[in-house]
């Protein structure tokens, strides 16, 4: 599986953006970005997950650079209820006959300043 | 149901004791997968299931780990001889396709202490 590298924490004060950066320097072309976040004591929960082009839902943006090495989950306004850690994994939808594992990584743990 | 339900909460066995830890998927979903998650941030992937059928077994401790998912019963998770390094919160989650661009669903885990 292809890595990726998070910073191990960030910090953000409520009520303003954050921007989580994730560096993935050898993507394959068909691997899909998947951002998942976990809150204390609970299992993973999905945020979010694009190919290419940019998205966006109701909890998230996620940026994708242009040549898919770097992407950045955005949470447009935080609150106290974000603050967890965020995992980027990286997921090929053609590796392992199309049953392919969650790979996670270290993930960044988010504080929320009030 | 509309979550992944994971049983017990809590486990507490002695070194060498047996532990089962279960988990009903989502309905309708067909791939099961366990993690374990032993540091606060770090997981390690056990096996997948696609229905009944073991898919991905290349993190399971082979020779006191075992896994199922019957049809009509919820899939489970053994541990024979427990050691005291096996302590960590187990997660189960289901997708409803194994693709690499669907979304998995997590339960809330199993927290294994071996004493």
């Known amino acids: 599986d292809a890595k990726t590298t998070q910073p191990n924490s960030m910090e953000s004060n409520e009520e303003e953006p954050v921007h989580l950066p994730c560096n993935h320097s050898?993507?394959?072309?068909?691997?899909?970005i998947h951002w998942y976040l976990q809150l204390p004591s609970q299992g993973p929960e999905y945020v979010i997950h694009?190919?290419?082009s940019n998205v966006n839902n109701r909890m998230a943006s996620l940026a994708i650079a242009e040549d898919r090495k770097s992407s950045t989950l955005i949470l447009h306004r935080a609150t106290l209820r974000d603050a967890a850690v965020y995992y980027c994994?990286?997921?090929?939808?053609?590796?392992?006959?199309?049953?392919?594992?969650?790979?996670f990584g270290t993930g960044t743990r988010l504080t929320i300043i009030p | 149901g509309e979550e992944v339900a994971q049983t017990p909460k809590h486990l507490v066995r002695g070194e060498g004791q047996k532990a089962k830890l279960y988990c009903a998927p989502i309905?309708?979903?067909?791939?099961v997968f366990w993690y374990q998650q032993v540091l606060k941030n770090e997981f390690k992937f056990l096996i997948s299931?696609?229905?009944?059928?073991?898919?991905?077994e290349t993190g399971m401790p082979k020779e006191r780990f075992s896994a199922k998912c019957l049809p009509n019963s919820p899939c489970s998770l053994e541990i024979q001889a427990t050691k005291l390094e096996d302590s960590a919160v187990y997660f189960c989650?289901?997708?409803?396709?194994?693709?690499?661009?669907?979304?998995?669903?997590f339960g809330q885990g199993t927290r294994l202490t071996v004493v």
């Open positions: 989650a289901s997708s409803q396709r194994g693709e690499g661009d669907t979304e998995a669903f």
């Open positions: 050898t993507i394959s072309g068909t691997d899909y």
């Open positions: 694009g190919l290419t």
């Open positions: 994994i990286l997921r090929d939808p053609w590796s392992n006959f199309g049953n392919e594992k969650l790979t």
């Open positions: 309905k309708g979903h067909s791939y």
């Open positions: 299931f696609q229905n009944e059928n073991v898919f991905d």
